[in-house]
């Protein structure tokens, strides 16, 4: 059974830093792109950011370009996004996404809350 | 970036009428849609791929149609679990972009 699980959301102040987490089992990780999408509270879907299956290739949305870092550690079937310099609009649930035709998503985590506030 | 719109916002029925959903695309994205079902606490579902494959393990009732900026997701049937937000998104180009979201909800 494929499982994507979440961690590391919290309240953090303006300008803070976080790093989240998503632990992938069931499936073969390293042969996966894998994603990042966020829903603010009420909102729709954003995507954040991609990467490939073997972690040479990132994208990411403009809103988040140079702040927020994907990356992956396939020996450790874990996804990360590393994210500074928050601000109160990066406020939200962050989805880790298993890539399905590279940029469709098959499956979803249950989400982790990131509020950023003082 | 390209731009998904959603009609109608809300779409109110009763169980076992029929609900259609549109998608319109800023530009053509070819067959490269997909549409999401949302309940509230809960995350996306994947219902269809390139416009009209439903994805593994989704019903029958579920299909999706249209190419090029125009598409449309059709519930042939609703059933009580099927009441939750509707998104389409593409994959034409990046950055994805999804629509605002259709809700159905119950008449």
């Known amino acids: 059974e494929v499982q994507l699980v979440e961690s590391g959301g919290a309240l953090v102040q303006p300008e803070g830093s976080l790093r989240l987490s998503c632990a992938a089992s069931?499936?073969?990780?390293?042969?996966?792109?894998m994603h990042w999408v966020r829903q603010a509270p009420g909102k729709g879907l954003v995507w954040v950011s991609r990467?490939?299956?073997?972690?040479?290739?990132?994208s990411y949305a403009d809103s988040v370009k140079g702040r927020f870092t994907i990356s992956r550690d396939n020996a450790k079937n874990t996804l990360y996004l590393q994210m500074n310099s928050l601000r109160a609009e990066d406020t939200a649930v962050y989805y880790c996404?298993?890539?399905?035709?590279?940029?469709?998503?098959?499956?979803w985590g249950q989400g982790t809350l990131v509020t950023v506030s003082t | 970036e390209i731009v998904l719109t959603q009609s109608p916002a809300t779409l109110s029925l009763s169980p076992g009428e029929r609900a259609t959903l549109s998608c319109r695309a800023s530009?053509?994205?070819?067959?490269?849609l997909a549409w999401y079902q949302q309940k509230p606490g809960q995350a996306p579902r994947l219902l269809i791929y390139d416009a009209s494959n439903r994805a593994t393990g989704i019903p029958a009732r579920f299909s999706g149609s249209g190419s090029g900026t125009d598409f449309t997701l059709t519930i042939s049937s609703l059933e009580p679990e099927d009441f939750a937000v509707y998104y389409c998104?593409?994959?034409?180009?990046?950055?994805?972009?999804f629509g605002p979201g259709t809700k159905v909800d119950i008449k």
């Open positions: 990467i490939n299956s073997d972690g040479s290739s990132t």
């Open positions: 069931g499936f073969t990780f390293s042969s996966y792109w």
């Open positions: 530009q053509s994205i070819s067959s490269y």
């Open positions: 996404v298993r890539g399905f035709s590279i940029n469709y998503g098959d499956y």
């Open positions: 998104q593409q994959r034409s180009k990046w950055p994805l972009t």
